[in-house]
């Protein structure tokens, strides 16, 4: 896949402070990676402070202004602090990506475990609430900007023995939109993504059996790639989208259509 950008698109950032949750690894590093080659000044933030760092310490390698913050979503200090350091030092938080999340354990809802819910529904979805809780008033003090915040496939589908990650998934679609009403004659942007499932470090440790299952659920015929996740998430912050407001896009390899 060819990952460089047109000429149009090198500077679209430029001048533009963004924020990435769980911004260190998988679609949140594509992410990161893909906002700074857009001219971004990117702040990493994720719960793991060594990855943050390695992930900030290679965008600034390729010439981007970038920092890492430690950030735990479920903490709404935490998630205020992390927009304070953004904004503290590099004096505005333009667009967000409210990327962080955690799958939980594959358990019918009759079983599902008290813990388990609480852990997941905590980082999927009360953990795009308090970024945006956040986000939202340094967005406007800035004078506008973008928020794009991951959902799923399973923010429009169920999905057997997941009933905590697909609650949570819908519930980040549903928040999308009221917040995307709210703000949307203030400047500020509010839309989704839903990826299918990506061929991230986490799927490739997959069993050969489970992989092909996952494979066979899309009728592109196979998984998609961190990258174009990317790809949509950072039209969606660009003025290229400067009419598209509370909107929830796939990128699923046809799975939602099937």
């Not at 990493?44 to 310490?57: M, P, T």
């Not at 923010?155 to 679609?173: C, E, L, Q, R």
């Not at 790639?225 to 699923?252: M, P, Q």
């Amino acid at each position: 896949m060819n990952t460089s950008l047109p000429t149009a698109y090198e500077a679209e950032f430029s001048g533009r402070t963004a924020l990435v949750t769980g911004g260190a690894s998988g679609i949140g590093l594509a992410l990161s990676r893909r906002l700074a080659a857009g001219g971004a000044t990117v702040v990493v933030a994720d719960h793991d402070e060594r990855s943050a760092h390695k992930a900030a310490d290679e965008l600034r390698a390729t010439g981007a202004r970038a920092a890492a913050v430690v950030l735990d979503v479920t903490d709404p200090a935490s998630v205020e602090a992390g927009v304070r350091f953004a904004v503290d030092s590099f004096g505005a938080l333009h667009l967000a990506v409210n990327n962080a999340g955690i799958g939980g354990p594959a358990q019918p809802t009759g079983s599902y475990g008290i813990e388990d819910w609480n852990r997941v529904v905590a980082t999927n979805l009360s953990g795009v609430f308090y970024s945006m809780r956040y986000e939202i008033p340094a967005i406007l003090a800035s004078g506008g900007g973008a928020v794009v915040n991951m959902s799923s496939i399973l923010g429009t589908n169920g999905f057997a023995n997941s009933p905590a990650y697909a609650a949570a998934k819908h519930g980040v679609v549903g928040l999308t939109k009221t917040a995307a009403l709210e703000y949307a004659a203030r400047n500020v942007r509010i839309n989704a993504v839903g990826p299918g499932f990506i061929d991230t470090p986490l799927l490739r440790d997959t069993d050969g059996p489970a992989r092909d299952h996952l494979v066979s659920l899309h009728p592109a015929g196979r998984l998609g790639s961190s990258e174009e996740v990317a790809e949509l998430t950072a039209f969606l912050l660009s003025d290229r989208a400067s009419f598209i407001h509370g909107s929830y896009h796939l990128v699923d390899g046809g799975y939602s259509a099937s």
